[in-house]
């Protein structure tokens, strides 16, 4: 049986999971830009006001969507690396991280982490039957909650290298909550060779319109904090960029013309892959 969100919102109230649904969620608003259903009038309402002030950010969320899929074939082509810790990994759409990584690898096992009880939801039902993936319930602000939880030990290997990506997750961490500080204490816990996926948005290219985005999320309650790519690479401390470095996402590693790519203004948001040697 399916459900309509509205019939969702009531089960899970009803339930106590804490679903709000009436104030707008980060994870819910990226499945309403990605063209996704699992989302609400306020998650809706946010995310138009966003694009009032950014009209191509539905562009902006599906190249790093695309970048978040060349990212994990690289991770399994190049490194070998089979075993991934998705952090802020919002609701399931198309071609998920263990779907890219399980057609290169039948092996990879996947954690993914958000803090949305609805995300918990829909990613348990998607993955009931696959025994390599798993979906746990914490936060970013919180890193050894997400390492020492039971069902990421069940998968993750900490004494092997370890995917780590955090992409389009950062800028929803305020500077007062130190994100280089919490980046650092997710590398102290991985192994040598281990990698770390980034992406954030940023108000360096199209100050402008991306300021503008930051303000209407704001407005509606979701933190949003925009960095520059000196700020972006900070994340990446201790760890070595692999080529081509820090781009826009839909430069890295493009497997499409530059033609046929989007203006950096249209995007907005920087990429790039750390390796721990």
Same mark, same amino acid.
């Not at 790519?229 to 493009?254: N, Y």
């Given at each position: ?114 803090? #949305?009880?609805?995300? !918990? ?8 039957? *696959?025994? %390599?993936? @798993? +979906?746990? $319930? ?98 990446? #401390?201790?760890?070595? !960029? ?8 839909? *430069?890295? %590693?493009? @497997? +499409?013309? $530059? ?19």
């Amino acid at each position: 049986m399916t459900y309509t969100p509205e019939e969702q919102a009531g089960i899970f109230e009803s339930s106590g999971t804490g679903l709000r649904t009436h104030e707008a969620h980060s994870a819910r608003m990226y499945d309403y830009l990605l063209g996704g259903k699992d989302n609400y009038p306020a998650d809706q309402k946010a995310a138009e006001a966003a694009m009032s002030a950014f009209p191509t950010l539905r562009t902006a969320a599906r190249e790093n969507r695309s970048f978040l899929g060349r990212a994990v074939r690289y991770v399994v082509e190049e490194t070998g690396i089979n075993q991934f810790l998705d952090i802020g990994s919002g609701l399931p759409t198309a071609h998920n991280v263990h779907q890219v990584a399980q057609q290169h690898d039948p092996q990879a096992r996947v954690v993914y982490v958000d803090n #949305d009880p609805i995300v !918990l939801a829909h990613g348990r039902a998607l993955l009931s039957t *696959d025994a %390599r993936t @798993t +979906v746990i $319930e914490t936060d970013l602000r919180e890193p050894r909650s997400i390492i020492d939880h039971p069902e990421t030990k069940a998968l993750i290997d900490f004494e092997q290298p370890v995917a780590v990506l955090a992409v389009a997750i950062l800028h929803f961490i305020s500077d007062e909550e130190d994100p280089a500080g919490l980046v650092a204490q997710l590398r102290e816990a991985l192994a040598p060779g281990s990698v770390l996926v980034l992406s954030h948005a940023t108000a360096e290219i199209s100050p402008e319109t991306a300021l503008g985005v930051q303000a209407a999320y704001r407005a509606q309650g979701v933190p949003l904090t925009l960095r520059d790519r000196a700020e972006f690479a900070k994340l990446f #401390d201790g760890f070595e !960029l692999v080529e081509p470095g820090i781009q826009v996402v839909s *430069d890295w %590693r493009a @497997t +499409v013309p $530059e033609s046929e790519r989007p203006s950096h203004a249209e995007v907005s948001w920087y990429g790039g892959i750390g390796r721990l040697v």
